[in-house]
C-alpha cells in the first residue's frame, strides 16, 4: 500500500487529543486508530501490543547475523486541540502552479503564498489539502503512514537488510503526555527517530524548553451597584498578570531561537478566572528566568490585592534534547549523510516546539526528529506533499540501510 493511501485511511479517524483529562489517553477515540494499525502490522505477520495507556508497539527482528543497533521508529497518532480533527475532507491539488488555492469558496478559506511562503517550494508538486473547516492530521499521521509503509517494505523485502526495528506509535503527545507512561526498557532500542518533521530533508536535534504554567486569579464578588472599594474582578486582574508579561516575548513577535511565553486558554468569572500559558525558550537560563518572572508577577499581584489574590502552579514538560544528542552524534551523521544521498540539502533548525523525542532523549533513548513532508500545522491551512512523504520514506530506508552496514 503506498503512503498516501495509508495516510488518506487514517485522516478519517478523529484522534484530537484533550488538556486536562481525567483518562489516558486523554480521549478514547485515539484508541480506534490503535486499533485500526495493529490490525494492520499483524496482518504484515508481525506481532503488536497495545498497552493499558495506548502505546501500541511492534518489532520487526533484525536479518543480519551482524551486531547492529537497534533502532525504534515512532510517531504520534493524536491531532492538536486547536483545531477540529472531525470529519477531515482531504482533497488533492494536481502538480501544483504557485496560485491561491481556495479550500472554502463560501466562507472565503484561502491558502496563499503571500502569507504562507513554503508553497513556493512546493510547485510541481501534488498536494494535499483540507477543506478549510478542520485540520489534516498530517501532524503527525503522515509520520504514522510513513512508519507503516516501512514496515510493510521491510517484510515484503528479506534481502533488504536491516537491524532491529521498534515501531512506536504514541497518544497524546500534542497535549504533552506522550510518553508520560512509556518504558524506554520495553522500547528497548539503542536510539530512535520520530517522524514528526515538517519539510522532507529536515533533521532536528535542538527544541524549546518547556514548561506549562496554571495562573488562578481570586476575586471577591459584589453587587455591581455597591461594588466600589469591594469588588475584586478577577477578570480585570487577570488581563493586568497578562500585561505584566514582556510583549515582545509572544509566539507572534518571535522566531528562530526567541522564546515565548503564551496564553493558551482562559476562562472566568468575576470570582474566579484561570488562565493556561505554555513558556518556551531554547535557552536554559532564559527559560528559568522566565519562569522566574512569572513568579514576580503573581508575588506582585498578591501584594497589590491581598494574599492567595493569584495562586501560581508551573511544571516543566520536557528540556531541550540538543545537551544530550550532542553525545551521539553518530545518530545524525548518519540521517544527515542519507538526506545528502537523495540530493537533498539537509535542514537543520530548531524545533520551535517539541516532540516525543525530546522526552525520549533524557528518558534515555537518542531520539532526534526527521521531516514528514507537512505544512502549517494545527489548522486549516494546512497541507502536505505527496512527493515529499515519499521521499521520506525513502530517506529512512538509507538511515535502516546504513545503521546495518555499521
Known sequence: MKVLERFLNYVKFDTQSKMESDTYPSTLKQLELMKFLKKEIEELNLEANIDEYGYLISRIHKNTNKK???????????????????????????????????????????????????????????????????????????????????????????????????????????????????????????????????????????????????????????HPGSAKNKMVNSIGVAYEFDAFLPVHMKPESTEE???????????GTVEKTVMDYIIRNHDRKIFESQKEYFGFVCDTINKKYGDRTCLLDINDSYFNMAEILKDHQYV???????????????????????????????????????????????????????????????????IISKIAAL
Request: proline letters at 5%; one cysteine or more; charged letters at 20%.
Open 68 to 222: 547492529v543497533p537497534s533502532m525504534a521508529l515512532i510517531a504520534h497518532v493524536d491531532t492538536s486541540p486547536d483545531a477540529s480533527g472531525c470529519n477531515v475532507n482531504p482533497r488533492i491539488i494536481k502538480q501544483y502552479d504557485g496560485s491561491v488555492i481556495v479550500l472554502n469558496e463560501e466562507d472565503n478559506i484561502l491558502l496563499q503564498p503571500t502569507v504562507f511562503p513554503s508553497l513556493e517550494g512546493n510547485i510541481g508538486h501534488d498536494l494535499v489539502v483540507t477543506d478549510g473547516t478542520t485540520l489534516l492530521g498530517a501532524d503527525d499521521k503522515l509520520g504514522v503512514a510513513e512508519i507503516m509503509t516501512i514496515a510493510e517494505f521491510l517484510v515484503s523485502n528479506p534481502d533488504f537488510e536491516h537491524g532491529e526495528i521498534v515501531i512506536v506509535f504514541t497518544p497524546d503527545e500534542e497535549v504533552g503526555d506522550g510518553t508520560k507512561f512509556l518504558d524506554v526498557k520495553t522500547v528497548n532500542a539503542d536510539f530512535g527517530f520520530t517522524l514528526d518533521g515538517g519539510k522532507v530533508g529536515e533533521i532536528a536535534y535542538e527544541n524549546f524548553n518547556a514548561a506549562s504554567a496554571k495562573v488562578t486569579i481570586n476575586g471577591k464578588s459584589v
Open 332 to 398: 545524525l551523521d548518519i540521517a544527515i549523510d542519507s538526506i545528502k544521498e537523495h540530493r537533498l540539502e539537509p535542514i537543520i533548525e530548531p524545533i520551535r516546539g517539541g516532540t516525543d523525542g525530546a522526552r525520549l532523549t533524557y528518558m534515555g533513548l537518542p531520539c532526534p526528529n526527521l521531516g514528514t513532508g507537512g505544512y502549517n500545522y494545527h489548522g486549516p491551512f494546512e497541507y502536505a506533499s505527496i512527493q515529499e512523504m515519499n521521499q521520506a520514506v525513502e530517506i529512512v530506508k538509507t
Open 257 to 267: 531561537y526567541e522564546g515565548f511565553n503564551h496564553m493558551v486558554q482562559i476562562r
